[in-house]
Structure formats: structure tokens, C-alpha cells
Antibody, heavy 122, light 107 residues
Framework: QVQLQESGPGLVKPSETLSLTCAVS?????????WGWIRQPPGMGLEWIGS???????YYNPSLNSRVTISVDTSKNQFSLNLSSVTAADTAVYYC???????????????WGQGTLVTVSS | EIVLTQSPATLSLSPGERATLSCRAS??????LAWYQQKPGQAPRLLIY???NRATGIPARFSGSGSGTDFTLTISSLEPEDFAVYYC?????????FGQGTKVEIK
């Protein structure tokens, strides 16, 4: 059974960098698939942040492109999100997910983490 | 960027009734569309992929149809656990986007 778990600070100060990690169990990242980050501001809809392949190839939402970095660590079977220069508008629940089909960087999210709330506030 | 518009915003129905949710794309997305269900405090769950295929473990009362620009999610007979928010999402396009959601609430 594929399981994903997000971790990272729940509170980040404005202008700083938000850093989250998604640990994957039950599936080796080296076996392929794209892995993504999606966020949801409180009471609002879903927004795609970006995705990464086990080779390190990445795709980012253009609306966040200049601030986003997603990386993968196959030795630890995890992938990470860095979002720089955060503002209150970046306050959201952040989800990590596996994307399907395996070859599609913009695929459907068939396995999700439980999500982690990150609040941007001084 | 392709925009997905869901309607209605809210659907008020009783258990046992049929629910019909719509998702319209601003340009053709072929059949590259999914539907998700989200309950309060939970991550979304994939229900339907590629417009009409049920994901693993999804009950048969959920069905999807459509292609091109117009898509429908149908719940044939609402169970108490089906009252939730439903989102559509396209793939095979960057950035992939979600619709704004339809809330199915108990009447």
C-alpha cells in the first residue's frame, strides 16, 4: 500500500522559505512515477504547485515558478518542496501526492498524503 | 491556461436521490479529466479518471461521462457518506488545473 506523509514547520514568517518533505512508503521512488505537491488555502479550492520525477525532472505551475523548487531524494525515498519569499497568501494545507499514469508529469493524484497546514505569519 | 468551470456551486439533495455535477472546460481536453471527492479535514480522493473510469475501490454508484469540453459526474443514489465537495481536474496539460468545486449538501 502506497503511503505518503508530509512533514515540516507549521508556521513560517513572511519573506522566508517554506520547506516541506514528503516521505513515501510502500513504493520506491526509483521505480518511476511523477510525484506532486498541491495546496489548498483555508476554505478554498485546490491549486497545483508542481511535480518531480525520480530522475529529478520537474514541472512547476507558472504562477509560482520563480519561487518554487521541488527535489527528490531516492536514497531516503522522499521528495521536497521549497517555496521562497512567502506571504500570507501562501497559507494553506499542503498535500503531496503520487501522479498517475506513471509517465505523466501532470497526471491524476491517485495517492495523497494527509496534508499539513502551513501558516505564514510573523 | 485551460479553465474548468463547475456547476452548480452547491447541490442540495436528500439521501437516495440522484446527483448530477457538471464540469466545463474552456477548450477541449479530450477525455483527460478526473473527479475527486473531498470531505472536511481529509485529502481529496480520486473517484474517476480519464472522464469515465472508476478508480480502484470506488463504488459503482459513481459514474463519469463526457469528452471535449463538457463532463458530468453522476451519483446514482446518494449515500450519507457521499455528501462532500467534488472537484474536477484535467491532465495532459500544464498547468493542470482544478475546477472550483461543487458542494453536495444534505437537503
Amino acid at each position: 500500500q502506497v503511503q505518503l506523509q508530509e512533514s515540516g514547520p507549521g508556521l513560517v514568517k513572511p519573506s522566508e522559505t517554506l520547506s516541506l518533505t514528503c516521505a513515501v512508503s510502500g513504493f520506491s521512488l526509483s521505480n518511476g512515477y511523477y510525484w506532486g505537491w498541491i495546496r489548498q488555502p483555508p476554505g478554498m479550492g485546490l491549486e497545483w504547485i508542481g511535480s518531480v520525477y525520480h530522475t529529478g525532472s520537474t514541472y512547476y505551475n507558472p504562477s509560482l515558478n520563480s519561487r518554487v523548487t521541488i527535489s527528490v531524494d531516492t536514497s531516503k525515498n522522499q521528495f521536497s518542496l521549497n517555496l521562497s519569499s512567502v506571504t500570507a497568501a501562501d497559507t494553506a494545507v499542503y498535500y503531496c501526492a503520487r501522479l498517475s499514469p506513471h509517465y505523466d508529469s501532470s497526471g491524476y493524484a491517485d495517492y495523497w498524503g494527509q496534508g499539513t497546514l502551513v501558516t505564514v505569519s510573523s | 491556461e485551460i479553465v474548468l468551470t463547475q456547476s452548480p456551486a452547491t447541490l442540495s439533495l436528500s439521501p437516495g436521490e440522484r446527483a448530477t455535477l457538471s464540469c466545463r472546460a474552456s477548450q477541449s481536453v479530450s477525455s483527460f479529466l478526473a473527479w475527486y471527492q473531498q470531505k472536511p479535514g481529509q485529502a481529496p480522493r480520486l473517484l474517476i479518471y480519464d472522464a469515465s473510469n472508476r478508480a480502484t475501490g470506488i463504488p459503482a454508484r459513481f459514474s463519469g461521462s463526457g469528452s471535449g469540453t463538457d463532463f458530468t459526474l453522476t451519483i446514482s443514489s446518494l449515500e450519507p457518506e457521499d455528501f462532500a465537495v467534488y472537484y474536477c481536474q484535467l491532465r495532459n496539460n500544464w498547468p493542470q488545473t482544478f475546477g472550483q468545486g461543487t458542494k453536495v449538501e444534505i437537503k
